[in-house]
């Protein structure tokens, strides 16, 4: 017996093959324009360098420029929001620092959600913070600095990079690991903080190591330790916090690339498999490697993963140090 559909249920699933097909044939041809790769700070710092860099190997992989946006303000909060609410075509991405992790924790209201509202495509890369001192401190070591801290009460002061970044919340991490007091001083930039390290201005502070290591091997500044819980590549003869008595100091300032959520699978594939090809090339990773930065390819599944796992760790390190930023 021969059973035949309605019209309209032919006419629908039509719509439905018309409409796969179209989309498929899309996805084949990406990038058919321009991407936009926004970067949640202002122009120049280790994040934007980064992001150049990729986005100058991902045109020549791929066929159409990917051009770098700044969009800076807010712990970069204006961008990620930004990104959450584009279109989830793929032709805007974010670069997306730690701070989508850390973000969350410390702010109290949000627009976005760093797991539900992206859809991850690679990590990028790694990079320690060195905490440094200023030359002019007795200071050469962590247990040097915290025997003149419980001996000066109030006298050290820590500079960041912003309220809520990284080297603020490394320096949370240090106030209660190693059960020490000093003042946060907040900059707009991490530049601006080193101007006045070099002023004498502020005690310390923690910054990437592309940025510090010239001024230690200047002279001009002390580094006391790396915040990861092994050595940097870019700086390996500096020793690691955690090697010198506070063994779960951990602090990675990790990049990745992730897109709006909703981003068509076979597009956030298609840029995973480029950029997982670039940074497994020497070449490229020698590169990253001179900048201190370590290049840490994966897929996307693996990012999502490491995302939900560093978006909880930051939860516990707010909570147990007190940070927010109001």
């Known amino acids: 017996m021969r059973t035949s559909f309605p019209a309209r249920v032919i006419s629908s ?5 018309c409409a796969f097909s179209a989309t498929a044939a899309a996805q084949d041809t990406y990038p058919a324009r321009p991407v936009t790769v926004v970067v949640p700070f202002g122009a120049g710092g280790t994040t934007t360098t980064l992001a150049r860099l990729m986005a100058d190997q991902l045109a020549q992989q791929m066929g159409q420029p990917f051009i770098v946006e700044n969009r800076p303000g807010a712990g970069g909060n204006i961008a990620f929001d930004h990104v959450a609410r584009a279109r989830p075509d793929g032709y805007t991405l974010l670069m997306g620092p730690i701070g989508l992790a850390i973000n969350p924790a410390i702010y109290p ?3 976005f959600d760093p797991i539900k509202d992206f859809a991850p495509i690679s990590l990028y890369g790694g990079v320690a913070n060195i905490l440094a001192v200023s030359s002019t401190l007795p200071i050469h070591n962590l247990s040097e600095l915290i025997e003149y801290a419980k ?8 500079g960041s990079s912003g309220n809520g970044s990284s080297s603020h ?5 240090l106030r209660s690991q190693a059960g020490i007091d000093f003042v946060h001083v907040p900059y707009k930039g991490g530049s601006q903080a080193m101007q006045d390290l070099l002023a004498n201005q502020i005690s310390m502070l923690f910054d990437q190591v592309p940025a510090v290591l010239p001024q230690v091997q200047a002279g001009t500044v002390r580094a ?17 916090l955690a090697e010198q008595g506070l ?10 690339f992730v897109a709006p959520a909703g981003t068509p699978k076979p597009v956030i594939d298609k840029i995973n498999a480029s950029m997982t090809k670039i ?9 990253l490697t001179s900048m201190g930065v370590d290049a840490m390819p994966s897929t996307p599944e693996q990012f999502q993963e490491f995302l939900a796992a560093e978006t909880a760790r930051w939860k516990k390190v707010a909570q147990e140090s007190g940070a927010k930023v109001e």
């Open 279 to 287: 940074l497994k090339d020497p070449d490229f990773a020698k590169r």
């Open 224 to 240: 006391i330790g790396v915040t990861t819980t092994s050595r940097s590549t870019g700086a390996p003869d500096i020793p690691t």
């Open 247 to 256: 063994p779960n100091f951990d602090v990675n300032v990790w990049f990745g």
């Open 13 to 17: 699933l039509c719509f439905v093959a």
């Open 169 to 173: 919340l490394a320096g949370e991490m």
């Open 151 to 158: 001996n000066n009460p109030g006298k050290l002061s820590q």
């Open 109 to 111: 209201k949000l627009n």
